[in-house]
């Protein structure tokens, strides 16, 4: 039973590019979510999706991101035009349904904006 | 609005000695809470829970204490090891909220 599957696991995007990331939750995991991480600090949340879904967005920049979770294939994060700033760890975690349970986290993507 | 703290950034321990982390948390209404280990290069793991109408867990090595009159929650390790060095992050859930609200991190060392 793999975990969450994250990939890439390193992204390298000029200045202005687009920037797909994408996360498997593990199986039998209905619950996805996406946080950012900085260099030293704490984890950040940005959304959770269930499927076809978006329960949650209040940590979503307003302007060039956005995240779905298709019925079908994985969740996608989704950055335009990407700028320095958005150089980050971006760790995708999954849950089961039913309420309150810890989660079990990707190993990350590494987004670097050159 | 509501926020999840801890109050040292980094410890460092002797190997074999004990390891207490703290954290702070703000939102009273908060009823999951979560420690995780995050090792360098990899994503949290999870370490152990508690609830709300608990305020004592235990786990392999590890102990978890909740005091909700001060809203204050600890991790202590048993006998910690170089394997236990890591980053270690409270988080906490309120209300079937789905997410979760991640405290800052400790850094915790072990001296061999």
């Known amino acids: 039973n793999a975990g969450v599957m994250q990939n890439p696991r390193h992204l390298v995007r000029r200045r202005g590019q687009e920037a797909r990331l994408r996360c498997s939750p593990m199986k039998g995991h209905s619950h996805v979510y996406w946080y950012r991480q900085l260099p030293e600090e704490g984890l950040k949340f940005m959304v959770y999706l269930q499927k076809e879904n978006i329960i949650d967005e209040s940590g979503m920049p307003k302007e060039r991101f956005s995240a779905e979770f298709p019925k079908e294939g994985p969740s996608i994060l989704r950055i335009q035009q990407v700028v320095r700033g958005d150089s980050a760890a971006y760790f995708c975690?999954?849950?089961?349904?039913?309420?309150?349970?810890?989660?079990?986290f990707g190993s990350g993507t590494r987004l670097t904006v050159v | 609005g509501e926020s999840v703290g801890l109050h040292l950034p980094t410890l460092s321990v002797q190997e074999g000695d004990n390891s207490i982390i703290n954290c702070a948390y703000s939102?009273?209404?908060?009823?999951?809470f979560i420690w995780y280990k995050q090792e360098s290069g990899k994503g949290p793991q999870f370490i152990i829970d508690?609830?709300?109408?608990?305020d004592k867990r235990q786990g392999q090595r590890v102990t978890v204490l909740l005091n909700k009159t001060v809203k204050h929650l600890s991790l202590q390790i048993a006998a910690t090891q170089p394997g236990d060095s890591a980053v270690y992050f409270c988080a906490e859930n309120y209300h079937n909220a789905g997410k979760s609200t991640f405290g800052d991190g400790t850094t915790l060392t072990v001296k061999p």
């Open positions: 975690a999954s849950s089961p349904p039913g309420g309150d349970y810890g989660y079990t």
């Open positions: 508690i609830r709300s109408n608990m």
């Open positions: 939102n009273s209404a908060s009823d999951y």
